[in-house]
């Protein structure tokens, strides 16, 4: 009875072709937008993931601002602005957390400007960074050319950039030992960073592909020692237990902080922890948004499912005449709202592979489309078909056999 | 035990004082294996007759028999399962459905059977060899004359060896050559021993009835048998103008009713008929003018 109901509902669907590519119309948007969101969103969380793996887990991060970040709920949020306002941290607060035992090393990292020179070309897409030596250890990204600067020569005005700038500037020449100027000042290029694969959203701050690093005593000469410190990067003794480590830098925080908590000190995972929220919340409430072309598309295969009942309404009279009960004729117009549901469900899915490859090859974009995703669709699809086609079911199942039959 | 037993079945359209009879206790027996025609006025309630026959309506009173089955009172899916299971249907239009093709069409009953569509295919192309429309199988009913889709709507009426075949006019729609093909493959149907209930306008094909039913009215006004190959006699007789209707028989009317259907009962009964009242009073007077 169901293959025959299944074969029939394809065969009606087929004799009004328009009609039934028009009503999916919908569902496969819906579906194909639902889909590509989920993908990019899930994309994004595993370049993002990707990360911590990339960074070492022995590291503290300190940042200025008060981040809420509720045990595992989830409830987590990022404070955006923090990284454009004025920071709190201060060099007091370096200082003061280089004299604690529990700290290998203590790596602060100073926004000096945004804008660097370098002959007669001007960058204003860079971050000038102060920083020390020891931000070799915790930087995910290798230095390919050159070195790092060293305590050493932390006086000299020596820089490390970044690969997109070196290959704006200099193209395919290597840099190392040419100058660059920040703020009036020229500093000699030690170094080169590798590329970062953490791609165009790296909110957790560890892609340094446009970013030039410069000592830290220059930073803070140059800004007249009113450094704005994005983030203190605290590398503990022992890497295995971190929480000594955080208590400590708590602590010493508090104290000169005068006992303001306008700080947060996360574990890299926290802070990747939050990142990927954010990009949770982002996804969903987008889906959100696309998930009500769904329910529009629903309704449009209600609104043609009741106008087919009505159309065919002798010939539900026949059905019932030569012997259909009431639930066949139910289940025939339900395999037909579901044919268009699922239908209409599929073509989306393969509408959103094409926007996937298309987003694959022609942009930074890395979205993966995962099965249970694909599932999901498919399973919405199917229940918005059974959903819709309810009401316009029952209405041809009850229609009085010989009304129908005089086919009004 | 009759085949078809009707103990004064009546059929009430409507309520209060736009009430229609449209059967006036009908007592009918129609034994198993009969060719049966039934003849009258439009409006006399040959085709309520033949719908609560066909189990697509129901009586308002008295008890329908079939096969030694009360059927009037079961619920509409029972009612299917004995419609679908006992009773063939051939409409005046042929009544095929247009998007299957004729072996579908023809094999539809089976498959609300839930027989396996292997089959059902091969019953119904049987059936089709036996109307002699086998090489139309795959044709869609629009590319048929209209003789070869009665013959198909016949087989779709036989494919469940049904107890009895109802035919509402069945050659109305065709012209006298392919009347004669269809009315001779009724004849041929009754001859393998089938119960076939033939209504008609047309006294001529009283010749192929065993036993005539003359109603007028909503009433069976004549009963005749007469022999196969000879025209009815009431046939001839029979008038199909329309007949005018004076504001006395609308008198007449509404005192029979008043008569026949005792105050309290008939208020109850029509109250659940709300609103199919106009419709149905105008109905039967302009059906008299309509066909």
Redesign the interface.
């Known amino acids: 009875?169901w293959?025959?109901n299944v074969k029939?509902a394809v065969?009606?669907l087929r004799?009004s072709k328009w009609r039934s590519l028009l009503t999916m119309l919908g569902i496969i948007i819906g579906v194909s937008s639902v889909v590509t969101i989920v993908s990019l969103g899930q994309g994004l969380k595993n370049q993002i993931l990707g990360q911590i793996n990339q960074l070492g887990s022995d590291v503290v991060t300190v940042r200025s601002g008060k981040i809420v970040n509720e045990d595992n709920g989830g409830g987590s949020s990022l404070n955006f602005l923090g990284l454009f306002s004025a920071s709190t941290l201060s060099d007091a607060d370096v200082t003061a957390l280089k004299e604690l035992p529990s700290a290998k090393a203590v790596v602060p990292m100073a926004f000096v400007t945004n804008s660097a020179k370098s002959g007669n070309s001007q960058l204003d897409n860079v971050f000038v960074i102060g920083t020390s030596p020891e931000m070799s250890q915790v930087l995910n990204q290798k230095v390919k050319y050159g070195e790092f600067f060293t305590q050493d020569s932390e006086d000299t005005n020596f820089a490390v950039i970044g690969p997109n700038i070196a290959h704006k500037i200099y193209g395919e020449l290597n840099p190392v030992g040419q100058s660059i100027e920040v703020l009036g000042e020229s500093f000699v290029i030690r170094g080169i960073l590798s590329q970062s694969s953490g791609g165009l959203f790296s909110i957790a701050q560890t892609d340094f592909n446009s970013a030039v690093f410069i000592p830290f005593s220059h930073a803070k000469r140059l800004t007249d020692n009113r450094l704005n410190i994005l983030q203190i990067v605290v590398r503990g003794q022992n890497p295995d237990n971190l929480d000594p480590t955080i208590e400590e830098v708590k602590k010493t925080l508090l104290s000169t902080h005068k006992g303001q908590e306008n700080f947060s000190v996360l574990k890299q995972y926290e802070l990747l922890s939050i990142a990927s929220g954010v990009v949770n919340t982002i996804t969903g409430f987008i889906s959100g948004i696309a998930a009500i072309s769904l329910l529009v598309g629903g309704i449009g295969i209600m609104n043609i499912m009741l106008v087919s009942v009505s159309e065919r309404t002798?010939?539900i009279g026949?059905?019932?005449?030569?012997?259909?009960?009431?639930?066949?004729i139910l289940s025939q117009f339900l395999v037909e709202g579901m044919a268009l549901s699922i239908g209409g469900g599929l073509i989306g899915i393969i509408a959103s592979a094409v926007i996937y490859f298309g987003l694959r090859i022609y942009t930074d974009l890395q979205p993966v489309i995962t099965l249970p995703v694909v599932a999901l669709a498919v399973l919405v699809s199917v229940s918005l078909g059974i959903i819709f086609s309810v009401a316009p079911a029952l209405k041809a199942a009850r229609k009085d056999?010989?009304q129908a039959?005089r086919g009004d | 035990m009759a085949l078809i037993e009707l103990q004064e079945v009546s059929k009430l359209y409507g309520f209060g004082d736009a009430t229609t009879l449209a059967l006036d206790e009908v007592t009918l027996s129609i034994e198993k294996g009969q060719f049966v025609a039934v003849m009258g006025p439009s409006g006399s309630g040959k085709t309520t007759l033949m719908n609560i026959l066909g189990l697509l309506d129901r009586p308002t009173h008295g008890p329908y028999v079939l096969d030694g089955r009360h059927v009037s009172r079961l619920r509409s899916n029972q009612q299917a399962k004995v419609r679908r299971d006992r009773i063939g249907f051939v409409f005046q239009s042929y009544n095929l459905l247009t998007r299957l093709n004729v072996l579908e069409n023809v094999a539809l009953p089976l498959a609300y059977r839930g027989m396996t569509p292997v089959r059902r295919q091969k019953q119904a192309s049987d059936m089709l060899e036996r109307v002699g429309l086998r090489e139309r199988e795959y044709f869609f009913p629009r590319h048929l004359s209209g003789g070869q889709a009665q013959r198909a709507a016949i087989a779709r009426a036989l494919i469940n060896k049904p107890s009895i075949i109802i035919a509402d006019e069945p050659t109305g729609n065709l012209d006298s050559t392919d009347s004669k093909v269809v009315m001779e493959l009724f004849a041929d149907i009754h001859r393998q021993g089938n119960t076939i209930l033939l209504v008609t306008h047309n006294p001529e094909l009283t010749r192929y009835a065993e036993r005539v039913l003359y109603m007028h009215d909503g009433m069976i006004v004549g009963d005749e048998t007469t022999a196969i190959g000879n025209m009815a006699r009431g046939a001839r007789k029979t008038y199909f103008e329309r007949r005018k209707v004076s504001d006395d028989d609308i008198v007449a009317g509404v005192s029979a009713l008043m008569r026949d259907v005792p105050g309290k009962e008939l208020a109850a009964k029509s109250d659940s008929e709300k609103g199919r009242s106009k419709k149905s009073t105008s109905k039967r007077r302009t059906r008299k003018v309509k066909r």
């Open positions: 009875m293959s025959g029939a065969n009606s004799t002798r010939e026949i059905r019932k005449a030569l012997g259909a009960t009431n639930r066949q056999p010989i039959l």
